[in-house]
């Protein structure tokens, strides 16, 4: 049976990004209400107010303080009394090699993708238990199989969110709650524009990013579908899990697909530039941030 959007109530976290406003765009359109939460306040309102239908909510909270967490679930029972859908969106990841970051950027960075959507479902049990046919989808990533050496903490936080999910996720399913992941690989995000213009992770580009409504879609299937993990590009989940039969090979393999992954990068890059979304100044890239 196909999963029914209409008068569902879904809250995305990360829900002002381009992946997490794609999926409340997709979600209003099948008529169910949405909860846009984003540390962002005033561009969570904007996502929610361009929404189709009525009752969408844009609400700011800071997924790292406890307390905002909770009282963000108290506003969702005071309003709807129940949570159909949680959809654990938000993430973050820095272009600093390990080298020379801070100690608590790497904290806040593994704070935030990896223990935030972990504080998160946990807070909203109850609600999601109130609801006829609760579900929980959590955006992953690719970097949580496949190491990533210019972003290592960001892996790190993706390798533990995939574990902890696949563990949540057996151990909900008999408690009435369907919980499962999506696992893109490069989406064409200001996350991913910003890490290119920094010089991030050139193995994200053997080819061209994939597109928000591609994870949207993939999304979709789950909740039509559930599994406990689905893959918006199949085919490159497959070159990732092969890889990782032998990590002891990665050092040599790298190389191999670093070289195709930097011209891919140099052509993303030429590609924002032509829209409009970044530009080269004395040799160096920058965003042009969108109005």
Not at 101 to 109: C, D, H, P, T, W
Not at 118 to 124: E, F, G, H, S
Not at 215 to 222: F, I, S, T
Request: charged share 25%.
């Amino acid at each position: 049976m196909s999963f029914q959007f209409r008068d569902k109530v879904v809250l995305v976290t990360g829900g002002a990004g381009g992946i997490g406003s794609a999926l409340c765009h997709r979600f209003a359109v099948g008529e169910a209400t949405c909860l846009v939460v984003d540390i962002d306040t005033a561009r969570a309102e904007k996502v929610a107010t361009g929404l189709p239908g009525s009752g969408h909510a844009g609400i700011g909270c800071d997924l790292m303080d406890q307390a905002a967490v909770e009282g963000l679930f108290d506003r969702v029972s005071e309003l709807h009394g129940r949570l159909d859908v949680l959809v654990n969106n938000v993430g973050m990841t820095s272009t600093e090699r390990f080298d020379v970051r801070s100690v608590e950027s790497i904290r806040r960075e593994v704070e935030l993708n990896l223990l935030s959507p972990l504080v998160t479902t946990r807070i909203a049990i109850p609600l999601l238990h109130a609801a006829s046919d609760p579900r929980v989808v959590t955006t992953v990533s690719l970097a949580g199989i496949f190491p990533q050496g210019e972003t290592p903490v960001y892996s790190a936080s993706k390798f533990g969110l995939r574990g902890a999910m696949l563990s949540i996720a057996l151990d909900l399913r008999d408690k009435g709650i369907v919980a499962g992941s999506v696992l893109p690989s490069a989406t064409d995000t200001r996350m991913l524009r910003q890490e290119a213009v920094d010089g991030g992770n050139a193995l994200q580009f053997q080819d061209p990013p994939q597109q928000p409504a591609d994870v949207v879609e993939a999304v979709v299937r789950l909740l039509h579908r559930p599994r406990l993990e689905v893959y918006p590009k199949p085919s490159e989940s497959y070159l990732v899990r092969l890889a990782m039969l032998a990590p002891n090979l990665l050092p040599r393999l790298i190389p191999l697909f670093r070289k195709k992954g930097e011209r891919g990068m140099a052509r993303y890059l030429e590609d924002l530039r032509r829209r409009g979304l970044a530009r080269k100044i004395d040799g160096r890239w920058e965003l042009v941030e969108e109005a």
